[in-house]
């Protein structure tokens, strides 16, 4: 087993307006979290108060592997990754993009080709592999941003609307790689989306924030 997630009693506020009111929801399987909510119930602080790039202002965040609580350093850090609805693009290919944590990390060219091929095969771009990343449809920009994401093979994996700026076909094939990802059962995925149908065609655990806290739906 991989990595536990417990939130417990978060709280988070923006300029005195309360967002985050003492949530708390643990992780603790391998598969797909979807989490739910309208628009500014505070999805995306959530995922990036999870994915450990935002402090929230009271109540623990605990990464535990075998029981044992992680330290939030560097190694913790990259087990973890968030995709946002937008990526951001070097221009470069699409091979240099997908490979850009890797090379940061310090892999070896070799490696770094092999896990760049799987991960956009994953996503269904190997074809597109030496175009430009600025060229790409925005689903496919997006589908990169989530082959970058696999490349590393995180054991948490934090998807923010993955297809919010996306067409049907796009969507679908998105769908399919976090149904994939599920499936194989190395990574925990949790995403957030703002769309029901969607939510039910990929997982059964789902969630729902409202009024600052986090249900199971
Ligand atoms: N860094 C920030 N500074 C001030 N307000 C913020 C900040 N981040 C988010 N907010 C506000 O917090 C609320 C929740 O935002 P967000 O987490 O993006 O919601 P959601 O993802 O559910 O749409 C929104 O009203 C948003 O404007
Ligand atoms: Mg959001």
């Not at 240099?96 to 092999?114: I, P, Q, S, T």
């Not at 969607?198 to 655990?205: M, T």
Request: glycine share 8%; hydrophobic share 40%.
């Amino acid at each position: 087993m991989g990595l536990q997630l417990r939130i417990s009693d978060v709280w988070k506020s923006y300029d005195g307006c309360p967002i985050l009111q003492g949530t708390s929801f643990t992780f603790d399987a391998s598969g797909v979290y979807v989490l739910m909510g309208d628009n500014g119930t505070g999805k995306s602080t959530f995922l990036r108060i999870c994915a450990l790039l935002e402090k929230q202002d009271r109540g623990t965040v605990s990464y535990l592997s075998d029981g044992q609580v992680l330290p939030h350093d560097i190694a913790l850090r990259r087990r973890v990754t968030l995709v946002l609805p937008k990526i951001g693009i070097f221009n470069k290919t699409v091979f240099d993009n997908v490979a850009y944590g890797l090379k940061l990390r310090g892999f070896e060219k070799e490696a770094v080709r092999d896990r760049v091929e799987k991960a956009v095969d994953f996503v269904g771009l190997r074809p597109k592999m030496k175009q430009p990343a600025l060229t790409l449809s925005s689903g496919e920009t997006q589908r990169m941003g989530i082959a970058r994401a696999l490349a590393i093979n995180p054991e948490m994996l934090f998807l923010d609307e993955p297809a919010a700026f996306v067409d049907v076909k796009n969507r679908d094939i998105i769908e399919e790689v976090i149904v994939n990802l599920g499936r194989e059962g190395e990574t925990t995925v949790v995403l957030t989306t703002h769309d029901r149908a969607q939510a039910g065609r990929l997982s059964e655990r789902l969630m729902v924030l409202e009024n600052g806290l986090i249900r199971a739906d």
